[in-house]
């Protein structure tokens, strides 16, 4: 069935720096990748998505790579700041559908 | 306009009640789902409703747990005969009709905590 792996499950880095989460999905179909973040007592809010037609989207310090051929999307977060700690979950949607896989999440801690 | 909507935003209850939660999806949303999520962890699918067409049931993990949608609007999911590990923070997420091949993001509210005694 329809799988994505994300990793790293937990990701501490130091204010300023960069951060990369990577996914891989199992469904060649899939054609659809959006990013979401969670914070704590909330729900996920959609952040950056990709569509399998393009390999790279940019949104300020936010973006999104996808390689289509590997089956591997991953997130990079520029100059994070403390703001950016959260919980990140990466997803998959294949060609026509509704039903979304979703990555296990990655916890994020930026430390100041 | 407003997101998705649910509530209570919080429930406590005894072991062996039965429990409703509400989703109220953004308008005009067609399709609108459920998942469960426990204390640290991803999410969990349970159902999908996309318009008129027979929900995706799939995940849902026994007979205690069902949801009813009419047409495209509110939904309720009821866990009948709760059990403590049914303690968990309910989301629900609904997404506009693509008129694309590609898929649509799925819009979240704050979720339902439920507590279970």
């Known amino acids: 069935g329809e799988n994505v792996e994300q990793h790293p499950s937990t990701l501490s880095v130091q204010e300023g720096d960069s951060a990369v989460i990577k996914c891989t999905y199992s469904?060649?179909?899939?054609?659809?990748f959006p990013w979401y973040k969670q914070e704590l007592g909330k729900g996920p809010q959609l952040i950056i998505d990709?569509?399998?037609?393009?390999g790279e989207k940019k949104d300020q310090r936010i973006a999104v790579t996808l390689n289509k051929t590997a089956k591997h999307f991953s997130l990079h977060i520029t100059e994070t700041q403390p703001e950016d700690s959260a919980v990140y979950f990466c997803?998959?949607?294949?060609?026509?559908?509704?039903?979304?896989?979703f990555g296990a999440g990655t916890r994020l801690f930026v430390k100041a | 306009g407003a997101g998705v909507s649910q509530s209570p935003s919080n429930k406590v209850t005894e072991k062996g009640k039965d429990v409703e939660l509400r989703c109220d999806p953004i308008?005009?949303?067609?399709?609108l789902y459920w998942y469960r999520q426990r204390l640290g962890q991803g999410l969990e699918f349970l159902i999908y409703?996309?318009?008129?067409?027979?929900?995706?049931k799939s995940g849902l993990p026994s007979d205690r747990f069902s949801a009813e949608r009419t047409g495209e609007s509110v939904s309720t999911l009821t866990i009948q005969r709760t059990q403590q590990e049914d303690s968990a923070v309910y989301l629900c997420?609904?997404?506009?009709?693509?008129?694309?091949?590609?898929?649509?993001?799925?819009?979240f509210g704050d979720g339902t905590r439920l507590s279970i005694l």
């Open positions: 997420a609904s997404s506009p009709l693509t008129r694309t091949i590609f898929g649509q993001p799925q819009h």
């Open positions: 469904d060649s179909a899939s054609n659809y």
């Open positions: 990709i569509r399998s037609n393009v």
């Open positions: 997803a998959a949607i294949y060609t026509g559908g509704f039903k979304t896989i």
């Open positions: 308008s005009g949303h067609t399709a």
């Open positions: 409703f996309q318009g008129n067409s027979a929900p995706d």
